[in-house]
Structures are given as C-alpha cells and as structure tokens.
C-alpha cells in the first residue's frame, strides 16, 4: 500500500526535476521492506533514480506580488511584505501577476490572461465553474482587489475602476 503512495510523487518529482525529493521518495521505496512490493515495471527506474543521484534541484521563479512588487515565490500565496493573501491562477496555480489577470466572466475567478487563453484553446470550460466559455469573453483586468478575492459576492471589476 506504502508503495502506490511513494511511487507517484517519485515519478512526479522527478519528471519536474525536483531531484532532491525524488531521490528521498525513492530511497523509501528501495528499503527491503517495499521493495519486494513494488512491480517490476518501476523497480529500474526508482533504482535509477537512488543510484545517479543529483544534488541539484530547480530553483523556483520569484514574480513580482500583484500588490506591492515585492519578489514572491511563484507558487506562494501569502506576501510577508504587505501580508496579502494572493490570488493564484486557476490554470497553473502560481499566484497572479499584475497586469496580466483574466476572470472568468462567469465564476469570476482569476487566471494568468495568457495561460487561461491557451487553456481555453484545448478545453472550452472554466476549470473552476465548468461553465463553456471563450478566451474572447475573458474579462481582462489590471489587478484582483485585495478586499473582493475573498468574498463570496465578487462584483465585477472594470477596466476603468480605481483599483490600481
């Protein structure tokens, strides 16, 4: 059982090099009492993985907070400098980045403007309300306010609005 729940964030690690965490997965899953457990199909890459071990994995990307420009970690959701929770992108997860935020004119959730088009390329509904959509009815919006991420009854925000 231990096994099936190693195996994936081994795999997944390591595919996006995340090195470190990989090789830590798959040291578990070579300990004597998992081994015999794991299907043959995965038992050379998993060796693989613990034998030519990296000591190195991807940096994360800092982007700039939408609210104050600060540098964030891409995949944070909490700026300690203006301690604002952050809007993240439907699509990719990462936090949202002033001047390119799109919502979704149903739901009016927030998403990368270009991440969301091209989403919207493959698939025509909104990952968040299911409701089909097209990237031209995407409201294009500078900022998400600080004051509107959280609350249920989310008014649609205008182009021409003060929040800047």
């Given amino acids: 059982m231990m096994c099936r729940f190693l195996l994936r964030p081994c795999s997944e690690c390591q595919k ?3 090195n470190i965490s990989a090789h830590k997965a798959a040291v578990v899953l070579m300990r004597p009492e998992y081994r015999s457990k794991l299907d043959p199909k995965y038992k050379r890459k998993i060796e693989n993985i613990v034998r030519k071990y990296q000591k190195n994995e991807e940096e994360e990307l800092n982007i700039p907070c939408p609210y104050c420009d600060v540098e964030v970690p ?3 959701l909490y700026c300690e400098h203006c301690k604002y929770n952050l809007p993240y992108c439907i699509i990719t997860g990462y936090h949202i980045v002033r001047n390119d935020i799109a919502l979704c004119p149903k739901c009016q959730f927030p998403g990368i403007l270009a ?3 091209r989403s919207l390329t493959t698939d025509k509904t909104c990952p968040m309300c299911l409701s089909e959509i097209s990237s031209s009815e995407l409201i294009e919006v500078e900022k998400v306010p600080p004051e509107n991420f959280d609350e249920e009854d989310v008014t ?3 182009k021409n609005d003060s929040h800047k």
Wanted: aromatic share 8%.
């Fill in 16 to 18: 996006a090099g995340l």
């Fill in 74 to 76: 891409q995949t944070s």
């Fill in 115 to 117: 991440e969301f088009s």
């Fill in 156 to 158: 649609t925000p205008n």
